[in-house]
């Protein structure tokens, strides 16, 4: 069946340190790939995507690369804010039946001033 | 903006007293999905509608009903909410067949149960 798996959390890191979340997934052929945020209070916004193997979504500074031979999508970010502090979901889409999300179980992150 | 606005942000109702929750979306999307999230966890489908077809998941409650009166609007209705039910209820829509397409969600309404 289909999955996602990400790290688990809560991640604590200072400002401007380096972040990865990592993520990897199980499905059968090679679905697309997400990684949606939510901060406090609110819904998901969609962060960056990646359809197709070696692609590399990239956004506010995020970045996470479609890596087919270790079924990975870890998310990377150079020097991390205080507002970057929130939610982060790993989730695919998955090719067979009803086009329907598949989340990690969420990773929180938490940066301190 | 084009969006999926959902009414409203916070809701409270009394132990088995229905309650409904809408969504709208000016996306002009086929697909409507209704999530349900506790406690940050990762979103937990209820049901979807492919234009008016309807989908049920196979672990959704019966207490848990969905209206689609057209292209815009979604309803989620509670029949009987429990204390468990208290959550974060979120919409999302995606157009047809678009695997590639992420989807957009709402901001959520989050339910009280007193």
């Known amino acids: 069946g289909n999955s996602v798996t990400q790290m688990e959390g809560p991640v604590t890191l200072s400002e401007e340190a380096f972040l990865t979340i990592n993520c990897t997934y199980t499905?059968?052929?090679?679905?697309?790939l997400f990684w949606y945020v939510q901060y406090p209070g609110e819904g998901l916004q969609l962060l960056l995507k990646?359809?197709?193997?070696?692609d590399k979504g990239s956004n506010k500074g995020f970045e996470a690369t479609y890596r087919k031979e270790t079924t990975s999508f870890h998310l990377e970010k150079g020097s991390v804010q205080v507002s970057d502090s929130a939610v982060y979901f790993c989730a695919l889409i998955r090719l067979q039946g009803a086009q329907k999300l598949v989340f990690g179980q969420g990773t929180r992150l938490t940066i301190n001033p | 903006d084009a969006m999926v606005i959902q009414n409203p942000r916070y809701q409270v109702t009394q132990f088995g007293k229905p309650v409904t929750l809408s969504c709208s979306q000016t996306l002009n999307h086929n697909v409507m999905y209704w999530y349900q999230q506790k406690s940050s966890q990762a979103p937990k489908l209820l049901f979807h509608?492919?234009?008016?077809?309807?989908?049920n998941e196979a672990d959704t409650p019966d207490n848990f009903q969905s209206r689609r009166p057209n292209t815009s609007f979604c309803f989620l209705d509670i029949r009987s909410p429990g204390l468990g039910d208290a959550a974060m209820y979120l919409c999302?829509?995606?157009?047809?067949?678009?695997?590639?397409?992420?989807?957009?969600f709402g901001n959520g309404t989050r339910l009280t149960v007193t």
């Open positions: 509608y492919y234009d008016k077809d309807f989908n």
């Open positions: 999302a829509t995606s157009p047809r067949g678009a695997r590639s397409s992420p989807l957009h």
């Open positions: 990646a359809t197709k193997a070696d």
């Open positions: 499905a059968t052929g090679y679905p697309s």
